[in-house]
């Protein structure tokens, strides 16, 4: 499966953005996919996952209560509804696939997109 992933850009803190990730090449509805981020000169960080069947979401301690993920397999696609934006969401943001849900690290997570670059200034 391929993913690109869009949306990204500058925010003022406090607010809002939503990331894109468009799937093709693979039958999307069978992935869990997921959300991570990286900062200047610190490791890829888990964000958000969503399994297939949209039940099971998990999210880092960091974001919870102010990032949502979300799914639409009619689409392809998946989300990260970004709100309450902080200077310490700034990073790369990146979209990744894996057909079993199986941990926050990314070296469990086999397929990813290209970053999109999310900036927040305070």
């Known amino acids: 499966v391929q993913l690109q992933a869009f949306g990204g850009g500058l925010v003022q803190v406090g607010g809002s953005l939503r990331l894109s990730c468009a799937a093709s090449?693979?039958?999307?509805?069978?992935?869990?996919m997921g959300w991570f981020r990286q900062a200047p000169g610190k490791e890829r960080e888990f964000v958000a996952a969503?399994?297939?069947?949209?039940?099971?979401?998990y999210y880092a301690d960091s974001v919870q209560g102010r990032f949502t993920i979300s799914r639409d397999n009619t689409k392809n696609t998946v989300y990260l509804q970004m709100n309450s934006l902080k200077p310490e969401d700034t990073a790369v943001y990146y979209c990744?696939?894996?057909?079993?849900?199986?941990?926050?690290?990314?070296?469990?997570?086999?397929?990813w997109g290209q970053g999109t670059q999310v900036t927040v200034s305070s």
């Open positions: 990744a696939a894996v057909r079993y849900y199986q941990g926050r690290l990314p070296s469990q997570w086999p397929h």
């Open positions: 090449g693979g039958t999307f509805g069978v992935y869990d």
């Open positions: 969503r399994s297939w069947s949209g039940y099971s979401t």
